[in-house]
Protein backbone atom coordinates (compact mmCIF):
# COMPACT_ATOMS: atom_id res chain seq x y z
CA UNK A 1 0.00 0.00 0.00
CA UNK A 2 0.98 3.76 -1.22
CA UNK A 3 4.28 4.99 -2.23
CA UNK A 4 6.80 3.83 -0.12
CA UNK A 5 10.28 5.21 1.02
CA UNK A 6 11.63 7.79 -1.12
CA UNK A 7 8.52 9.32 -2.12
CA UNK A 8 6.14 11.15 0.41
CA UNK A 9 2.76 9.99 0.49
CA UNK A 10 0.17 12.53 1.94
CA UNK A 11 -3.17 13.75 1.36
CA UNK A 12 -4.76 16.57 3.03
CA UNK A 13 -8.35 16.73 3.28
CA UNK A 14 -10.96 19.37 3.05
CA UNK A 15 -14.57 19.29 5.44
CA UNK A 16 -17.13 22.22 5.07
CA UNK A 17 -20.41 23.13 7.21
CA UNK A 18 -22.77 24.09 4.34
CA UNK A 19 -25.06 27.24 4.88
CA UNK A 20 -27.34 24.38 5.08
CA UNK A 21 -26.42 22.66 7.85
CA UNK A 22 -24.75 19.52 5.88
CA UNK A 23 -21.20 19.15 4.91
CA UNK A 24 -19.07 18.67 1.62
CA UNK A 25 -16.34 16.91 1.45
CA UNK A 26 -13.58 17.98 -0.94
CA UNK A 27 -11.24 15.43 -2.58
CA UNK A 28 -8.94 16.15 -5.27
CA UNK A 29 -8.34 12.03 -5.96
CA UNK A 30 -10.56 10.91 -8.30
CA UNK A 31 -13.35 8.25 -8.14
CA UNK A 32 -12.54 5.85 -11.21
CA UNK A 33 -15.01 3.13 -9.94
CA UNK A 34 -13.58 2.02 -6.77
CA UNK A 35 -16.36 3.34 -4.67
CA UNK A 36 -13.83 5.83 -2.43
CA UNK A 37 -16.50 9.15 -2.65
CA UNK A 38 -19.16 6.79 -0.60
CA UNK A 39 -16.82 5.28 1.27
CA UNK A 40 -15.25 8.60 2.55
CA UNK A 41 -19.08 10.13 3.23
CA UNK A 42 -19.79 7.17 5.04
CA UNK A 43 -16.55 7.87 7.00
CA UNK A 44 -17.33 11.35 7.57
CA UNK A 45 -20.71 10.78 8.46
CA UNK A 46 -20.06 7.94 11.27
CA UNK A 47 -17.18 10.13 12.91
CA UNK A 48 -19.68 13.09 13.11
CA UNK A 49 -22.96 11.18 14.11
CA UNK A 50 -24.60 12.12 11.14
CA UNK A 51 -26.67 10.33 8.51
CA UNK A 52 -24.39 9.89 5.02
CA UNK A 53 -26.92 12.13 3.01
CA UNK A 54 -25.89 15.15 5.00
CA UNK A 55 -22.23 14.63 3.12
CA UNK A 56 -21.73 15.55 -0.64
CA UNK A 57 -18.19 14.47 -1.42
CA UNK A 58 -16.70 16.96 -3.92
CA UNK A 59 -13.86 15.73 -6.49
CA UNK A 60 -11.26 15.71 -8.23
CA UNK A 61 -11.37 19.99 -8.33
CA UNK A 62 -7.90 20.41 -7.98
CA UNK A 63 -8.88 24.12 -8.16
CA UNK A 64 -11.26 24.05 -4.36
CA UNK A 65 -9.48 20.71 -3.39
CA UNK A 66 -5.97 20.70 -1.52
CA UNK A 67 -3.43 17.96 -3.01
CA UNK A 68 -4.23 14.39 -1.97
CA UNK A 69 -2.06 12.33 -3.90
CA UNK A 70 -2.94 9.89 -6.48
CA UNK A 71 -5.84 7.29 -7.29
CA UNK A 72 -3.01 4.52 -7.13
CA UNK A 73 -0.89 2.27 -4.78
CA UNK A 74 -4.28 1.24 -2.94
CA UNK A 75 -3.61 4.06 -0.84
CA UNK A 76 -6.59 6.58 -1.40
CA UNK A 77 -8.94 4.88 1.40
CA UNK A 78 -5.77 4.88 3.93
CA UNK A 79 -4.13 8.36 3.46
CA UNK A 80 -7.10 10.52 2.72
CA UNK A 81 -9.14 8.58 5.13
CA UNK A 82 -6.95 9.45 7.71
CA UNK A 83 -6.70 13.44 6.93
CA UNK A 84 -10.67 12.69 6.41
CA UNK A 85 -10.88 11.70 9.91
CA UNK A 86 -8.47 14.40 11.02
CA UNK A 87 -10.56 17.25 9.75
CA UNK A 88 -13.75 15.59 11.26
CA UNK A 89 -12.49 15.34 14.34
CA UNK A 90 -11.39 19.37 14.26
CA UNK A 91 -14.64 19.76 12.44
CA UNK A 92 -16.93 18.55 15.73
CA UNK A 93 -14.43 20.48 18.36
CA UNK A 94 -15.20 23.66 16.10
CA UNK A 95 -19.14 22.79 16.36
CA UNK A 96 -19.20 22.56 20.10
CA UNK A 97 -17.56 25.16 20.94
CA UNK A 98 -19.66 27.38 18.75
CA UNK A 99 -22.79 25.62 19.83
CA UNK A 100 -21.92 26.25 23.60
CA UNK A 101 -21.75 30.18 22.36
CA UNK A 102 -25.60 29.84 21.56
CA UNK A 103 -26.47 27.44 24.12
CA UNK A 104 -24.65 29.91 26.63
CA UNK A 105 -22.91 26.35 28.06
CA UNK A 106 -19.80 26.78 29.92
CA UNK A 107 -18.42 23.37 29.16
CA UNK A 108 -18.35 23.17 25.52
CA UNK A 109 -16.87 19.06 25.75
CA UNK A 110 -20.11 17.95 27.38
CA UNK A 111 -21.70 18.96 24.25
CA UNK A 112 -22.82 15.87 21.52
CA UNK A 113 -23.13 16.04 18.05
CA UNK A 114 -26.59 14.32 16.67
CA UNK A 115 -28.39 14.26 13.51
CA UNK A 116 -28.81 17.38 12.32
CA UNK A 117 -27.58 19.16 15.62
CA UNK A 118 -25.78 19.94 18.73
CA UNK A 119 -27.44 18.95 21.94
CA UNK A 120 -26.34 19.82 25.06
CA UNK A 121 -27.50 16.55 27.27
CA UNK A 122 -27.39 18.30 30.28
CA UNK A 123 -30.14 21.33 29.87
CA UNK A 124 -31.72 18.95 26.54
CA UNK A 125 -31.42 22.02 24.36
CA UNK A 126 -30.22 22.12 20.89
CA UNK A 127 -29.04 23.85 18.15
CA UNK A 128 -29.64 22.66 14.82
CA UNK A 129 -26.65 22.84 12.31
CA UNK A 130 -28.27 25.25 9.94
CA UNK A 131 -28.53 27.58 12.59
CA UNK A 132 -25.23 27.09 13.68
CA UNK A 133 -23.65 27.71 10.18
CA UNK A 134 -25.92 31.16 9.94
CA UNK A 135 -23.69 33.07 12.02
CA UNK A 136 -20.68 31.57 10.90
CA UNK A 137 -18.19 33.24 8.11
CA UNK A 138 -17.22 30.48 5.71
CA UNK A 139 -13.54 30.65 6.27
CA UNK A 140 -14.98 29.37 9.99
CA UNK A 141 -17.26 26.14 8.40
CA UNK A 142 -14.25 25.16 6.96
CA UNK A 143 -11.35 22.15 8.77
CA UNK A 144 -8.24 21.39 6.69
CA UNK A 145 -5.93 18.03 7.88
CA UNK A 146 -3.15 16.09 6.03
CA UNK A 147 -2.14 12.75 6.90
CA UNK A 148 1.47 11.31 5.78
CA UNK A 149 2.24 7.64 5.47
CA UNK A 150 4.61 6.26 7.61
CA UNK A 151 7.31 4.75 6.19
CA UNK A 152 9.72 1.80 7.10
CA UNK A 153 12.75 3.50 9.42
CA UNK A 154 15.09 1.02 8.73
CA UNK A 155 14.96 -0.75 5.29
CA UNK A 156 17.02 -3.79 5.09
CA UNK A 157 20.13 -3.85 2.51
CA UNK A 158 18.79 -6.24 0.14
CA UNK A 159 16.45 -3.20 -1.17
CA UNK A 160 19.31 -0.64 -1.55
CA UNK A 161 18.54 -0.47 -5.47
CA UNK A 162 15.44 0.04 -4.83
CA UNK A 163 15.52 3.85 -4.17
CA UNK A 164 11.78 4.51 -4.43
CA UNK A 165 8.90 2.63 -3.11
CA UNK A 166 10.70 -0.13 -1.44
CA UNK A 167 9.90 -1.83 1.45
CA UNK A 168 6.19 -0.58 1.90
CA UNK A 169 5.19 -0.42 5.63
CA UNK A 170 1.39 -1.80 4.84
CA UNK A 171 0.05 -4.68 2.62
CA UNK A 172 -3.12 -5.74 1.92
CA UNK A 173 -3.46 -9.69 1.14
CA UNK A 174 -5.42 -12.07 -0.81
CA UNK A 175 -6.36 -15.77 -2.47
CA UNK A 176 -7.54 -16.60 -5.54
CA UNK A 177 -9.36 -20.03 -6.17
CA UNK A 178 -10.05 -20.78 -10.16
CA UNK A 179 -11.33 -23.30 -12.19
CA UNK A 180 -11.28 -24.01 -15.98
CA UNK A 181 -12.68 -26.04 -18.66
CA UNK A 182 -10.38 -26.61 -21.63
CA UNK A 183 -11.84 -27.54 -24.97
CA UNK A 184 -9.59 -30.22 -26.85
CA UNK A 185 -11.22 -29.61 -30.24
CA UNK A 186 -10.44 -25.57 -30.20
CA UNK A 187 -8.44 -25.32 -27.54
CA UNK A 188 -10.30 -22.57 -26.00
CA UNK A 189 -10.32 -22.05 -22.21
CA UNK A 190 -13.57 -21.25 -20.17
CA UNK A 191 -13.01 -19.94 -16.38
CA UNK A 192 -16.03 -21.94 -14.49
CA UNK A 193 -15.09 -20.74 -11.08
CA UNK A 194 -13.70 -18.10 -9.43
CA UNK A 195 -13.22 -17.10 -5.54
CA UNK A 196 -11.82 -14.56 -4.13
CA UNK A 197 -10.91 -13.78 -0.68
CA UNK A 198 -9.00 -10.46 1.00
CA UNK A 199 -7.60 -9.73 4.07
CA UNK A 200 -7.25 -5.66 3.76
CA UNK A 201 -8.40 -3.92 7.38
CA UNK A 202 -11.44 -4.06 8.37
CA UNK A 203 -14.39 -4.44 6.19
CA UNK A 204 -16.65 -1.48 6.73
CA UNK A 205 -18.67 -2.04 3.63
CA UNK A 206 -19.03 -5.49 2.51
CA UNK A 207 -21.00 -4.96 -0.35
CA UNK A 208 -18.13 -2.18 -1.12
CA UNK A 209 -15.18 -5.40 -0.73
CA UNK A 210 -17.34 -7.84 -3.11
CA UNK A 211 -17.94 -4.76 -6.07
CA UNK A 212 -14.29 -4.25 -5.97
CA UNK A 213 -13.36 -7.67 -5.69
CA UNK A 214 -16.23 -8.81 -8.80
CA UNK A 215 -15.25 -6.17 -10.86
CA UNK A 216 -11.14 -6.91 -9.73
CA UNK A 217 -11.96 -10.24 -11.20
CA UNK A 218 -12.96 -9.81 -14.51
CA UNK A 219 -10.31 -7.85 -14.94
CA UNK A 220 -8.00 -10.04 -14.16
CA UNK A 221 -9.81 -13.09 -16.40
CA UNK A 222 -9.18 -10.84 -19.21
CA UNK A 223 -5.20 -10.38 -18.54
CA UNK A 224 -5.28 -14.26 -18.18
CA UNK A 225 -7.25 -15.18 -21.05
CA UNK A 226 -8.03 -12.72 -23.38
CA UNK A 227 -6.71 -9.13 -23.68
CA UNK A 228 -3.34 -9.52 -25.73
CA UNK A 229 -2.05 -5.93 -25.85
CA UNK A 230 0.48 -6.74 -28.90
CA UNK A 231 2.68 -4.40 -29.62
CA UNK A 232 4.85 -3.09 -33.03
CA UNK A 233 7.41 -1.13 -33.34
CA UNK A 234 5.91 0.90 -30.67
CA UNK A 235 2.10 1.13 -31.37
CA UNK A 236 -0.62 -1.54 -30.16
CA UNK A 237 -1.50 -2.92 -33.21
CA UNK A 238 -5.27 -3.25 -31.91
CA UNK A 239 -6.77 -0.07 -33.49
CA UNK A 240 -9.94 -0.12 -31.74
CA UNK A 241 -12.08 -2.25 -28.80
CA UNK A 242 -13.30 -4.25 -32.40
CA UNK A 243 -10.06 -5.87 -32.28
CA UNK A 244 -9.11 -6.20 -28.67
CA UNK A 245 -10.62 -8.70 -27.02
CA UNK A 246 -11.98 -7.87 -23.00
CA UNK A 247 -14.53 -10.64 -21.09
CA UNK A 248 -17.97 -9.55 -21.13
CA UNK A 249 -20.71 -11.05 -18.39
CA UNK A 250 -21.28 -14.58 -20.92
CA UNK A 251 -17.31 -14.86 -20.40
CA UNK A 252 -17.96 -14.97 -16.95
CA UNK A 253 -18.96 -17.17 -13.80
CA UNK A 254 -20.15 -16.15 -10.46
CA UNK A 255 -17.29 -15.17 -8.46
CA UNK A 256 -17.40 -15.56 -4.70
CA UNK A 257 -15.90 -13.18 -2.34
CA UNK A 258 -14.88 -13.77 1.51
CA UNK A 259 -13.91 -10.85 3.20
CA UNK A 260 -11.44 -11.36 6.33
CA UNK A 261 -11.41 -8.44 8.89
CA UNK A 262 -7.55 -7.99 10.21
CA UNK A 263 -8.03 -4.41 11.72
CA UNK A 264 -5.10 -2.16 11.17
CA UNK A 265 -4.61 0.14 14.19
CA UNK A 266 -3.14 2.63 12.34
CA UNK A 267 -5.84 2.80 9.67
CA UNK A 268 -8.91 5.94 9.39
CA UNK A 269 -11.86 3.03 11.35
CA UNK A 270 -9.16 0.28 11.18
CA UNK A 271 -9.30 0.45 7.26
CA UNK A 272 -6.64 -0.57 4.72
CA UNK A 273 -6.84 -0.09 1.03
CA UNK A 274 -8.04 -2.95 -1.67
CA UNK A 275 -8.36 -1.10 -5.07
CA UNK A 276 -5.75 -3.50 -6.70
CA UNK A 277 -5.22 -6.38 -4.86
CA UNK A 278 -8.21 -8.29 -6.47
CA UNK A 279 -6.58 -8.35 -9.98
CA UNK A 280 -3.49 -9.99 -9.03
CA UNK A 281 -5.10 -13.56 -8.13
CA UNK A 282 -6.68 -14.60 -11.40
CA UNK A 283 -3.64 -14.77 -13.15
CA UNK A 284 -1.75 -17.11 -11.90
CA UNK A 285 -4.83 -19.41 -10.09
CA UNK A 286 -5.43 -19.49 -14.10
CA UNK A 287 -2.17 -20.78 -15.13
CA UNK A 288 -1.97 -23.32 -12.49
CA UNK A 289 -5.41 -24.55 -13.36
CA UNK A 290 -4.15 -24.90 -16.51
CA UNK A 291 -1.25 -27.08 -15.58
CA UNK A 292 -3.50 -29.61 -13.50
CA UNK A 293 -5.68 -29.66 -16.75
CA UNK A 294 -3.77 -30.14 -19.71
CA UNK A 295 -0.16 -29.62 -18.49
CA UNK A 296 0.36 -26.35 -19.76
CA UNK A 297 3.28 -24.75 -18.16
CA UNK A 298 2.15 -21.26 -18.83
CA UNK A 299 5.13 -18.14 -19.53
CA UNK A 300 2.97 -15.39 -20.51
CA UNK A 301 -0.78 -14.10 -20.38
CA UNK A 302 -2.69 -14.35 -21.98
CA UNK A 303 -3.08 -18.12 -22.02
CA UNK A 304 -4.03 -18.29 -26.43
CA UNK A 305 -6.14 -21.45 -28.00
CA UNK A 306 -3.03 -22.62 -29.67
CA UNK A 307 -0.98 -23.14 -26.31
CA UNK A 308 -3.81 -25.00 -25.13
CA UNK A 309 -3.72 -27.09 -28.02
CA UNK A 310 -0.27 -27.70 -28.24
CA UNK A 311 -0.02 -28.74 -24.69
CA UNK A 312 -2.64 -31.47 -25.23
CA UNK A 313 -0.77 -32.54 -28.29
CA UNK A 314 2.23 -32.83 -26.29
CA UNK A 315 0.59 -35.02 -23.42
CA UNK A 316 -1.12 -37.19 -26.08
CA UNK A 317 2.97 -37.82 -27.58
Not at 59 to 67: H, I, K, S, V
Not at 159 to 174: K, L
Amino acid sequence: MGYGRGLSDHAAAKLELTRQGTFRIFNSVPDMGQGNAAAFAAMAAKALNQPETAFACRQPDTRLCPPAGSSSASRTTYTFGNALLGACRAMAAKLRHRAALALLCDEPDRLVLVPGAVSDPATGRAVPLAVLAGFLTRDDRICIDQHAMAVVENPPDTGREFRIGFPHRFYSYGACLCGVEADVLTGRVRLVRCFLTVACGRTFSLAGVEQQLQGAAAQGAGLALFEDLAVEDGRIRAGDMSAYLIPTAVDLPDTDCLALNDDEPTGPMGLKGMGEIGIHGPGPAVAQALKDAVGLCATRLPVSPQEVLAALEDAIS
